[in-house]
């Protein structure tokens, strides 16, 4: 079983900076095995929404509300995907969540159990 697993969330003022981290561990899937990697978050009332994405071959999307400000990257090394954030707003606040895309005929979708980001004013 695939287990997606986040960390770094927390309290942050305006203006400051976070780094969320995902790693991918279980089996006989791994990170490797990835097609893409994404962070969406969702806030209370509001749809979950695409953040950014990563494509095995380092294709980053963002989403405009985040663009220059939050950086996506994939460490092969050490396997997880991480999220710099920075100049963080308050409407930046919600639960951000990892999910990764496998492709084997069908797209097969994981998801993590989700990190909570809070910028106050």
């Known amino acids: 079983q695939v287990q997606l697993v986040e960390s770094g969330g927390g309290l942050v003022q305006a203006g400051g900076s976070l780094r969320l981290s995902c790693s991918v561990s279980?089996?006989?899937?791994?990170?490797?095995?990835?097609?893409?990697m994404a962070w969406y978050r969702q806030a209370p009332g509001n749809e979950r929404e695409l953040v950014a994405s990563?494509?095995?071959?380092?294709?980053?999307n963002y989403a405009d509300s985040v663009k220059d400000r939050f950086t996506i990257s994939r460490d092969n090394v050490n396997k997880t995907v991480n999220l710099l954030m920075s100049n963080l707003k308050p409407e930046d606040t919600a639960v951000y969540y990892c999910?990764?895309?496998?492709?084997?005929?069908?797209?097969?979708?994981?998801w993590g159990q989700g990190t909570q980001v809070t910028v106050s004013s």
């Open positions: 990563i494509s095995r071959y380092s294709i980053t």
């Open positions: 999910e990764a895309e496998r492709l084997y005929i069908i797209t097969y979708t994981y």
């Open positions: 279980g089996s006989p899937y791994n990170f490797n095995d990835m097609e893409s």
